[in-house]
């Protein structure tokens, strides 16, 4: 994580849901509002964690996003809504967030291509296996590595049903890629 999370407590300890270097992996950019349509307003990209003892406290979520500007007036972006869901391992919710993109946004930092978007909360007890959800609502692209087999810990989080389906993203004619997001917490 960077910025903000790199000024949190020397006890924090961050949780990735990748192995490795980002500028070695091959990340591509998704909403899944391009992907899916309208009724992904109401789908968020999902990851699941394990926290590293009982009652460790979540107090950032990061990923990698981009919202379209690319230094230019004519891409300086609309205002949209965001949202950032913690939840248990049987996905009851711990915790909600919505606010605009605006102030997390590469527009905001001068930044013209993928963003670490860190979003600062209020310290979230989890224990065990943990899913966060964040909703892009096609007001930025999340970066997503692809993936060779489905993945064990990136799904596609459905609001109605409360449910997780696969990350798999269409990529042609009844053809799917599965996908892990690029994403991190921090915690204490």
Known sequence: MSSAADEKSSNDQILYSYEGNLTDKDIFPVDLVSFIG???FFFA???KF???KPNWKINAVQLYA???FNGTNES?????IIGLEIRDK??????KFADSQLPYSNYAHNATLMYPLTIDIPQVPVSGEFYVCFFDRGAVVVAAEPINETSKTSFIYVEDGNSLINSTLPTGENLVTPVNWIMAVNGN
Request: aromatic share 8%; charged share 25%.
């Open 50 to 52: 394990n926290a590293p």
């Open 90 to 95: 049987d996905l009851k919710l711990l915790y």
């Open 38 to 40: 309208a009724p992904a």
């Open 45 to 47: 990209e999902a990851v």
């Open 66 to 68: 981009w919202d379209g």
């Open 76 to 80: 300086v972006p609309m205002e949209r």
